[in-house]
C-alpha cells in the first residue's frame, strides 16, 4: 500500500473523531504532555552587535522562534503556552492540516487567553518548507516576532552536503532605541502597502555570515515573514534551481536565475552550488528594480568540496494530491478586491451597513472584497468535499496583494484551464491584475482566504471558504 493510501485512511479516521472519540480508551496519566511551545516576551540582537537589543515577542522567547522539524507523514504535538500579556494562537502556515488546528481565532478556534494554553496536534501529510506564526492580531504579533521555520523532511531526501533554513523578518525600529515602533494599524499601513520596516533580518540577524567551501551543495530554504515587504533575492558566486514553492516540489525545477520574487509568507526552496572561488564571498542577496544589490546573507568560500559541480539534481519527490483535475469544468467564484488609497472604493458593508469610504476610513477598514469589508458570517464560497472550485481574484486597487488560502494548496489557472501553474498557498497578485487559481476543496471545514499583508487582512481583506464534510 502506498503512503499516499495510508494517509488518506488515517486522515479519514481523524474526521471521524468526534464521533469515534467515546469509544476510544481514554489516555492514562502517564502520557506526556505535549512539548511546549511558549509564546513569551524576550530579547533579540536585531540590529548589529554594539547596538541595544531589542525586546521582542517570540515563541520560547526568540524571534524567528525554534525550529521545527519533523518527517514526513508523523504528527506534531506542541503545547501552546501563552504568557504574553494579550491572546494569541499559532497558524501552522501551508500545512494541510486539520481544521481545527488551524490556529485562526474566532474561525477554527476560540483565542488563548494570556496565562492559558492549546494543544496542537496535526499530521504532517507533505514534505517541505512550512512555517509557524501567530494569528491573532497578526499584523501586531507577527511585526513583534511571533513565528518561526517548520521543516517537513521528505523520506527520500535529495543528495546534498547541507542545508540552510534562511527566515526573513522585517523590523520597524526606533532609531534611537532599537525597539520596536508600536503604531500597529496606522492608517498609512493599513491604506497603503502594508507595514514596511527598517531592517530585514535572517534567522533573526542583520548581516547573517556564514562559511561555505567551492562547489559544495546547499540546500536553502527561503521564508518570507515579512509582514509587507515582497522580496526580490538573487544569487551572487551560488547557482542552482528552484525545487519547491511554498513546501510544494516542482515537477520541473527552474533556473534559478534573475529577481527570485517571495511575497510575504511564500516560500521557496533551492539547491544551490557554491561556484565562488576560494577566497571569495558568496551571497543571498536583496536587489532593487536596476538591478542593484546588496547581501543579505555572506558566505565565506574556504577550500573546496570537490574539484567540479555535480550534475544537476533531480526533482524532489512529488507530495500526495498534487494533481488538480477538472479544471475546465470547475465552478468559478469571483472575488472582487477594492479599496485602499489612491483606489476606486466609494462605499461598502461592514458589520452589516454599508458605509461610504470616509466613513470605513474612520474605523481602520479601507478594503473590500466584492463590496464586503472583512470576514462575514457566509463564505466566500461553499465547497462540496472532493469539488474542484476556481476563483478568480480582480485586483482593481493600485497595491499588489499576496492572497493566502488555509488548508489547501491551489494552481494558477492559464489559457482558461489548459496549463496550471506550480502549486502554492499564497499567490502574489499585481495592481490591476486578474489571476485565477483552481484548488480541490479536499480539506473539510472553514478555510481562511486573506491578504498576507498583515495590515491589509486586518483592514477589510479577509474571507473565507467552507468546504462540506462530506
Ligand atoms: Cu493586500
Given at each position: 500500500?502506498?503512503r499516499d493510501t495510508s494517509?488518506k485512511?488515517?486522515?479519514?479516521?481523524?474526521?471521524?473523531?468526534?464521533?469515534?472519540?467515546l469509544?476510544?480508551?481514554?489516555?492514562?496519566?502517564?502520557?506526556?504532555?505535549?512539548?511546549?511551545l511558549?509564546?513569551?516576551?524576550?530579547k533579540a540582537?536585531?540590529?548589529?552587535e554594539g547596538?541595544?537589543?531589542t525586546e521582542?515577542?517570540g515563541?520560547?522567547?526568540?524571534?524567528p522562534?525554534?525550529?521545527?522539524?519533523?518527517?514526513?507523514?508523523?504528527?506534531?504535538q506542541?503545547?501552546?503556552?501563552?504568557?504574553?500579556?494579550?491572546?494569541?494562537?499559532?497558524?501552522?502556515?501551508?500545512?494541510?492540516i486539520?481544521?481545527?488546528?488551524?490556529?485562526?481565532?474566532?474561525?477554527?478556534q476560540?483565542?488563548?487567553?494570556?496565562?492559558?494554553?492549546?494543544?496542537?496536534?496535526?499530521?504532517?501529510?507533505d514534505?517541505?518548507?512550512?512555517?509557524y506564526?501567530?494569528h491573532?492580531?497578526s499584523?501586531?504579533?507577527?511585526?513583534?516576532?511571533?513565528?518561526?521555520?517548520?521543516i517537513?523532511e521528505?523520506?527520500?531526501?535529495?543528495?546534498?552536503?547541507?542545508e540552510?533554513?534562511l527566515i526573513?523578518g522585517?523590523?520597524r525600529?526606533?532609531?534611537?532605541?532599537?525597539?520596536?515602533?508600536?503604531?500597529?494599524?496606522?492608517?498609512h499601513?493599513?491604506?497603503?502597502a502594508g507595514?514596511?520596516?527598517?531592517?530585514?533580518t535572517?534567522n533573526?540577524?542583520f548581516?547573517?555570515?556564514r562559511?561555505?567551501?567551492?562547489?559544495?551543495r546547499l540546500?536553502?530554504r527561503l521564508?518570507?515573514?515579512?509582514?509587507?515587504?515582497?522580496?526580490a533575492?538573487?544569487?551572487v558566486?551560488?547557482?542552482?534551481?528552484?525545487?519547491?514553492?511554498?513546501?510544494?516540489?516542482?515537477?520541473?525545477?527552474?533556473?534559478?536565475?534573475?529577481a527570485?520574487?517571495?511575497a510575504?509568507?511564500?516560500?521557496?526552496?533551492?539547491?544551490?552550488?557554491?561556484?565562488?572561488a576560494d577566497?571569495?564571498?558568496?551571497?543571498l542577496?536583496?536587489m532593487n528594480?536596476d538591478?542593484?544589490?546588496?547581501?543579505?546573507?555572506?558566505w565565506?568560500i574556504?577550500?573546496?568540496a570537490s574539484?567540479?559541480?555535480?550534475?544537476?539534481?533531480?526533482?524532489?519527490?512529488?507530495n500526495p494530491?498534487?494533481?488538480v483535475?477538472?479544471?475546465?469544468?470547475a465552478?468559478t467564484?469571483?472575488?472582487a478586491?477594492?479599496?485602499g488609497?489612491?483606489?476606486?472604493?466609494?462605499?461598502a458593508?461592514?458589520?452589516?451597513?454599508?458605509?461610504a469610504?470616509?466613513?470605513?476610513?474612520e474605523?481602520g477598514?479601507f478594503?473590500?472584497?466584492?463590496?464586503?469589508?472583512?470576514?462575514?458570517?457566509?463564505?466566500?464560497a461553499?465547497?462540496?468535499?472532493?469539488e474542484?472550485?476556481r476563483?478568480r481574484?480582480?485586483?482593481?486597487?493600485?497595491?499588489?496583494?499576496?492572497?493566502?488560502?488555509?488548508g489547501m494548496?491551489?494552481?494558477?489557472?492559464k489559457?482558461?484551464?489548459d496549463s496550471?501553474g506550480?502549486?502554492r498557498?499564497?499567490?502574489?497578485?499585481?495592481?490591476?491584475?486578474?489571476?485565477e487559481?483552481?484548488?480541490?476543496?479536499d480539506?473539510?471545514?472553514?478555510?481562511?482566504?486573506?491578504c498576507?499583508m498583515?495590515?491589509?487582512?486586518?483592514s477589510?481583506?479577509?474571507?473565507?471558504?467552507?468546504?462540506r464534510?462530506?
Amino acid at each position: 500500500m502506498s503512503r499516499d493510501t495510508s494517509i488518506k485512511i488515517h486522515r479519514r479516521g481523524l474526521l471521524l473523531g468526534a464521533v469515534a472519540a467515546l469509544a476510544l480508551p481514554i489516555p492514562s496519566r502517564s502520557e506526556a504532555a505535549p512539548r511546549a511551545l511558549v509564546a513569551r516576551r524576550g530579547k533579540a540582537q536585531v540590529t548589529p552587535e554594539g547596538y541595544p537589543e531589542t525586546e521582542i515577542w517570540g515563541f520560547d522567547g526568540q524571534a524567528p522562534g525554534p525550529l521545527l522539524r519533523a518527517r514526513q507523514g508523523a504528527r506534531l504535538q506542541r503545547r501552546l503556552v501563552n504568557e504574553l500579556p494579550v491572546p494569541t494562537s499559532v497558524h501552522w502556515h501551508g500545512i494541510r492540516i486539520d481544521n481545527a488546528m488551524d490556529g485562526v481565532t474566532g474561525l477554527t478556534q476560540a483565542p488563548v487567553a494570556p496565562g492559558e494554553i492549546f494543544d496542537y496536534a496535526f499530521d504532517l501529510p507533505d514534505a517541505g518548507t512550512y512555517w509557524y506564526h501567530a494569528h491573532t492580531n497578526s499584523y501586531e504579533q507577527v511585526a513583534r516576532g511571533l513565528y518561526g521555520a517548520l521543516i517537513v523532511e521528505e523520506a527520500d531526501p535529495p543528495d546534498i552536503d547541507r542545508e540552510e533554513t534562511l527566515i526573513l523578518g522585517d523590523w520597524r525600529l526606533d532609531r534611537e532605541t532599537a525597539q520596536i515602533a508600536d503604531d500597529f494599524g496606522a492608517w498609512h499601513d493599513l491604506s497603503h502597502a502594508g507595514r514596511m520596516g527598517n531592517i530585514v533580518t535572517t534567522n533573526g540577524k542583520f548581516d547573517l555570515k556564514r562559511a561555505a567551501r567551492r562547489n559544495e551543495r546547499l540546500r536553502l530554504r527561503l521564508i518570507n515573514a515579512a509582514n509587507a515587504r515582497i522580496l526580490a533575492l538573487s544569487l551572487v558566486g551560488l547557482e542552482g534551481w528552484i525545487m519547491a514553492l511554498d513546501g510544494m516540489p516542482l515537477e520541473h525545477p527552474l533556473a534559478a536565475q534573475g529577481a527570485l520574487r517571495l511575497a510575504p509568507s511564500q516560500r521557496m526552496d533551492l539547491i544551490v552550488d557554491v561556484t565562488a572561488a576560494d577566497g571569495e564571498t558568496a551571497h543571498l542577496a536583496q536587489m532593487n528594480d536596476d538591478g542593484k544589490w546588496w547581501s543579505q546573507v555572506a558566505w565565506d568560500i574556504t577550500g573546496s568540496a570537490s574539484s567540479q559541480r555535480r550534475p544537476r539534481p533531480m526533482p524532489l519527490p512529488p507530495n500526495p494530491r498534487q494533481a488538480v483535475p477538472g479544471v475546465k469544468d470547475a465552478r468559478t467564484v469571483t472575488l472582487a478586491m477594492e479599496g485602499g488609497a489612491m483606489g476606486r472604493l466609494q462605499a461598502a458593508t461592514y458589520a452589516g451597513k454599508r458605509l461610504a469610504f470616509r466613513d470605513l476610513a474612520e474605523r481602520g477598514q479601507f478594503w473590500a472584497f466584492n463590496g464586503t469589508v472583512g470576514r462575514t458570517d457566509a463564505p466566500l464560497a461553499e465547497a462540496a468535499l472532493g469539488e474542484t472550485l476556481r476563483i478568480r481574484i480582480v485586483n482593481d486597487t493600485v497595491f499588489p496583494h499576496a492572497m493566502h488560502l488555509h488548508g489547501m494548496h491551489f494552481r494558477d489557472v492559464k489559457d482558461d484551464g489548459d496549463s496550471l501553474g506550480p502549486l502554492r498557498d499564497t499567490l502574489l497578485v499585481q495592481q490591476g491584475e486578474t489571476r485565477e487559481i483552481a484548488f480541490v476543496a479536499d480539506n473539510p471545514g472553514g478555510w481562511l482566504f486573506h491578504c498576507h499583508m498583515l495590515a491589509h487582512a486586518a483592514s477589510g481583506m479577509t474571507t473565507w471558504v467552507k468546504v462540506r464534510d462530506g
